[in-house]
C-alpha cells in the first residue's frame, strides 16, 4: 500500500517555465489537497478537490492550476513559474467523513 | 491566515521527560488534528478531536480540547529521542452545511527535541 505518491521529488525551474506535480493515491479518497509549506508560515492550502472531475480554490491559488480528471490522481500546475513559487509542496487526502489526512512526502521545487 | 498558533516555538528537553504544547485558534471547528513532521519529510496524523470532545488518548499521546477558550494541547509522556520532530495543530471549519469540505488550516508548529 504506496499511501500518496508525490512526483517530481525535487525540481528546479527557471522562472517563467511550467510544470505539473503528480499526486497519486491508491486508498480510493474522495477529497485531495495541495499545500504548500514555507519557513515560518505552515502549511497553506493551494487547491482542492472533493471528486472526480471536482477542484475549488484554497487560501493561496494565484499562479497555479489544477485538474483531477482521475479519482487517484490531484494534478498541480504552473504555467510560468516565479521565484516567490519557490517552496516545498505536499499533497494530501482523506476519506469522507472527519478523518485525518495522509500526507506525500513532498516535493521541493526552486525557482531561480 | 493561520487558524492555529501553536506555542511554545520550540521546546528542548531530556529523554523520559514529558513534553506539552499548546494551540489557539480563533474560529469554530468541527474538529482539531495533530500532525508531526520529521525533517524533510511529510507529515504524518497523529490524532483527531471532535469538538463535542475534551480529551483523548492513544499510546503516549494525550489530547484535551477546551472549545470555550479555543485551545487544545498535546502531551508526549515518557518522551524519546525518536520523538524530535515538529509538531502542528490542525482546524476543520466548523461550518454545519459541511461545505468546508474538511479543509485544515495549520499553524505554524513546535519545533521539538528530545535530547538522550
Known amino acids: 500500500n504506496a499511501g500518496v505518491t508525490q512526483t517530481p521529488k525535487f525540481r528546479v525551474l527557471k522562472t517563467g517555465q511550467s510544470m505539473t506535480l503528480l499526486c497519486a493515491q491508491d486508498?480510493?479518497?474522495?477529497?485531495m489537497y495541495w499545500y504548500r509549506q514555507d519557513p515560518g508560515m505552515g502549511l497553506r492550502l493551494i487547491h482542492y478537490?472533493?471528486?472526480?472531475?471536482?477542484?475549488a480554490k484554497g487560501e493561496v491559488p494565484d499562479g497555479y492550476n489544477v485538474s483531477r480528471l482521475k479519482k487517484q490522481n490531484f494534478l498541480l500546475g504552473l504555467e510560468s513559474a516565479a521565484p516567490s513559487q519557490t517552496s516545498v509542496y505536499f499533497c494530501a487526502s482523506r476519506m469522507a467523513g472527519g478523518t485525518g489526512y495522509t500526507f506525500g512526502s513532498g516535493t521541493r521545487l526552486t525557482v531561480v | 491566515s493561520q487558524q492555529g498558533e501553536e506555542d511554545p516555538q520550540a521546546l528542548s528537553i531530556q529523554e523520559g521527560e514529558n513534553a506539552t504544547m499548546n494551540c489557539s485558534y480563533k474560529t469554530s471547528i468541527n474538529n482539531l488534528q495533530w500532525y508531526r513532521q520529521n525533517s524533510g519529510r511529510g507529515l504524518v496524523h497523529l490524532i483527531l478531536i471532535r469538538s463535542n470532545e475534551r480529551e483523548k488518548h492513544s499510546g503516549r499521546l494525550r489530547v484535551t480540547l477546551d472549545t470555550s477558550k479555543k485551545s487544545s494541547s498535546l502531551l508526549i509522556t515518557a518522551s524519546r529521542a525518536a520523538d524530535t520532530a515538529s509538531y502542528f495543530c490542525a482546524t476543520a471549519g466548523g461550518n454545519a452545511g459541511g461545505t468546508s469540505y474538511g479543509k485544515l488550516t495549520f499553524g505554524q508548529g513546535t519545533i521539538l527535541t528530545v535530547h538522550p
Open positions: 478537490s472533493v471528486g472526480e472531475g471536482t477542484t
Open positions: 486508498m480510493n479518497h474522495e477529497y
